[in-house]
């Protein structure tokens, strides 16, 4: 009976484990295919603005008549940076937003001239990298994304502007909506990039900012509380972000 007993707990372990496999087999099927969707909606705008200079033209026309000796900081990246509200976060501090949503490093570099040499700010805090990761704009290898960084970085120091460079944020499958993002974003790989770029920073004096230590869960995973989609941070994810930019900062105009 005992034997019994042990066969029918292992063919249950073999069967829950051949569910969860085949679950995440289905997540990155319909991963790949919504990425694909997001794609084809694009070419339009991505055949006549890859970078999307447009998105900040007029706004970038009006901060450039703006003869301010204030610490400007113009704040670089995708949809974790677009979504966020910097005045909100930053109260009376003179951050400027150029987070565009969905965006990858050869787009933010197209546009890193407008949206941050020519605002001329005391520092730039790039986040960036995700989306290169999951391919939104086509197959991209690490080493493709840590030549972006470091163009842009190179870029800013000769127009005498700090850089602060950004771990990619973690990610989760906690939710069904978590799971359009997450076989597209693999762990190991967020990983491996913020180690580049923490490795990056202490040999090119740069500042690293470790979005990811604090945000992290005991799995390895984007804290459950910190973002609906496994991907965006909330209210509470933004929360946790806004000190560490802070001090981030202000580490970099005491350089």
Not at 30 to 49: C, F, H, P, S, T
Not at 96 to 109: C, D, E, K, Y
């Amino acid at each position: 009976m005992l034997r019994n007993l042990c066969f029918a707990t292992l063919a249950l372990s073999l069967l829950s484990s051949f569910a969860t496999a085949q679950q995440a087999g289905n997540d990155a099927a319909e991963a790949v295919r919504d990425l694909e969707q997001y794609r084809e909606g694009l070419i339009k705008l991505w055949m006549n603005d890859f970078g999307n200079l447009g998105r900040y033209r007029a706004a970038n026309a009006k901060l450039k008549l703006t003869n301010s000796a204030e610490d400007r900081v113009v704040f670089m990246g995708d949809s974790i940076t677009d979504g966020w509200k910097l005045a909100e976060s930053f109260p009376d501090k003179p951050y400027i937003n150029r987070g565009i949503g969905g965006q990858t490093t050869p787009q933010m570099l197209i546009r890193f001239r407008p949206d941050v040499i020519d605002l001329a700010p005391k520092v730039v805090v790039i986040l960036a990298g995700t989306n290169d990761i999951a391919g939104n704009t086509g197959t991209m290898t690490l080493a493709e994304i840590e030549g972006n960084l470091k163009t842009m970085t190179e870029l800013a120091r000769l127009h005498d502007i700090k850089v602060v460079l950004s771990s990619v944020t973690p990610v989760n499958n906690y939710t069904e909506r978590a799971r359009l993002f997450f076989p597209l974003r693999p762990p190991a790989e967020i990983l491996e990039l913020n180690a580049w770029i923490k490795d990056y920073c202490v040999y090119h004096d740069c500042i690293y900012l470790d979005y990811f230590s604090a945000m992290v869960d005991e799995k390895g995973m984007l804290k459950a509380d910190l973002a609906e989609d496994g991907l965006h941070p909330n209210k509470e994810g933004y929360a946790i972000m806004a000190p560490l930019a802070q001090k981030a900062i202000e580490r970099a105009l005491a350089k």
